[in-house]
C-alpha cells in the first residue's frame, strides 16, 4: 500500500527505484501494489486484502498513512486479521512511529528509508498494542483507531490553521518539511484559549484545569520528532496521558523550547499517568476549533465535547527488529 504523495511527493519521484529495492527485500512471492487515492481509500483497500486472506501487509508512506491503514483492521474492539502483519516503511514528513519502533529519534530520510529495509529482511512479528478513541454516545458516537499519538487542546487549532491557511509560497515551503508542525505551533500560540478540561484515568480523576494540550501516547513521538515521554511502550498495555497546564505566553514558550530539546517529563506544569481507560471532558458550548486529532489527522466534526480513549492490548502485528 503506498502513498505516492507521502513526504510531499517525494515518494513518487522516486518510485521506480524504491519499487526495486522493496522487491528484492521482500525476495520471492507475490506481491500486489496498490496506490491510496483519496482519503479512507487505504482503509477500504486493506479490508478488501485482509478479506482476500492477504497476510502480509506492507505500508509506504507517513503516520497519516499508518493511521489510515490500521483503520482497515479494525472493527468494533476486534481485530478482523490477527495474524496478519504490519510492515511500516517510512516515507513522511516526520515519521515519528517509526522513530518509535526503531527507538532512534533523528534519521536522515535516506537512512531511515535503509533501516526500513532491514526490517524487511531481518525483522519478526511482534504484537503492539493499538489506540481506540470514541466520540460521542450510542448510537451516534464515532470510532477511530491510532497507533501512535492522539491529541486534544491546542494541537488542534495547530491542525486547523495548517488546513486552512492560505496557500501562500513560504507556508508551501515549509509544510515539505519536518518542521512544518513546529511552524503552525509558534504561529498559533497567541491565537489559543484555555479550555477547561477533567481527564479521568481508569476512574480516578486525574486532572482539572486550564489545558494547553493533553497527549494520549501509544508511541513515544511526534510533531517531527518531539519526545512526549522517554518510558511510553507500544506493547505494555497502558496509555501514556501527558497533560501541559495553560500559562502565560512566556512561561509556555520557554517551556516549549526546552521540551524541543528533549523529553516533556519533568517540566513545570505538566501531569503524567498511565492507564487502560482514559476519559476527557471539556466545559463549555463552544467550540473554538477542532478539539481532538489523530496521529495527526484531524478528528471528524463531531460538536461532542467528550471523548474516552482505550487501549486495545497486543491488537495488531507488526515487523521489527527488537522488542521495544
Not at 519499487?19 to 520471492?28: D, S, T, Y
Not at 448510537?139 to 488542534?156: A, D, H, K, L
Not at 501516547?217 to 515521554?229: P, Q, S, T, Y
Request: aromatic share 10%; proline share 3%; net charge positive.
Amino acid at each position: 500500500m503506498v502513498n505516492n504523495q507521502a513526504g510531499s511527493g517525494r515518494i513518487e519521484d522516486e518510485w521506480p527505484i524504491r519499487k526495486k529495492q522493496l522487491l528484492e527485500a521482500l525476495g520471492p512471492g507475490q506481491v500486489d501494489i496498490a496506490f491510496t487515492t483519496s482519503q479512507d481509500h487505504g482503509a477500504q483497500r486493506v479490508r478488501q486484502a485482509l478479506s482476500q486472506g492477504v497476510k502480509k501487509i506492507l505500508v509506504v508512506g507517513g503516520d497519516g498513512t499508518f493511521s489510515e491503514v490500521i483503520q482497515g483492521f479494525f472493527e468494533g474492539n476486534r481485530n478482523v486479521a490477527p495474524e496478519t502483519v504490519l510492515i511500516l516503511m517510512p516515507g513522511g514528513r516526520g515519521d515519528d512511529f517509526f522513530k518509535t519502533i526503531t527507538g532512534q529519534r533523528f534519521y536522515r530520510k535516506k537512512s531511515s528509508w535503509t533501516k526500513g529495509l532491514d526490517i524487511i529482511r531481518y525483522g519478526t512479528p511482534v504484537s503492539v498494542d493499538v489506540g481506540k478513541i470514541t466520540l460521542g454516545s450510542s448510537p451516534n458516537e464515532t470510532q477511530r483507531y491510532f497507533i501512535n499519538v492522539s491529541s486534544f487542546g491546542f494541537p488542534g487549532l495547530v491542525l486547523d490553521r495548517g488546513k486552512n491557511e492560505e496557500k501562500s509560497f513560504i507556508n508551501k515551503l515549509i509544510k515539505k518539511t519536518s518542521f512544518a508542525y513546529f511552524f503552525q505551533s509558534v504561529t498559533a500560540l497567541g491565537s489559543y484559549n484555555p479550555l477547561i478540561a477533567h481527564v479521568i484515568v481508569d476512574g480516578t480523576p486525574f486532572f482539572k484545569g486550564e489545558l494547553h494540550s493533553g497527549f494520549i501516547l501509544n508511541g513515544r513521538f511526534n510533531a517531527g520528532g518531539i519526545c512526549w515521554d522517554d518510558n511510553s511502550k507500544i506493547n505494555d498495555g497502558l496509555l501514556g496521558v501527558m497533560l501541559m497546564e495553560y500559562r502565560n505566553f512566556f512561561s509556555f514558550s520557554i517551556n516549549s523550547l526546552r521540551i524541543l530539546m528533549g523529553s516533556a517529563q519533568e517540566r513545570v506544569g505538566v501531569h503524567r499517568g498511565e492507564g487502560k481507560k482514559i476519559e476527557v471532558i471539556f466545559e463549555g458550548d463552544s467550540k473554538p476549533h477542532s478539539l481532538f486529532e489523530v496521529d495527526g489527522d484531524l478528528f471528524e466534526k463531531n460538536q461532542d465535547r467528550r471523548a474516552v480513549f482505550e487501549v486495545l492490548q497486543k491488537a495488531i502485528k507488526i515487523q521489527a527488529v527488537n522488542n521495544f
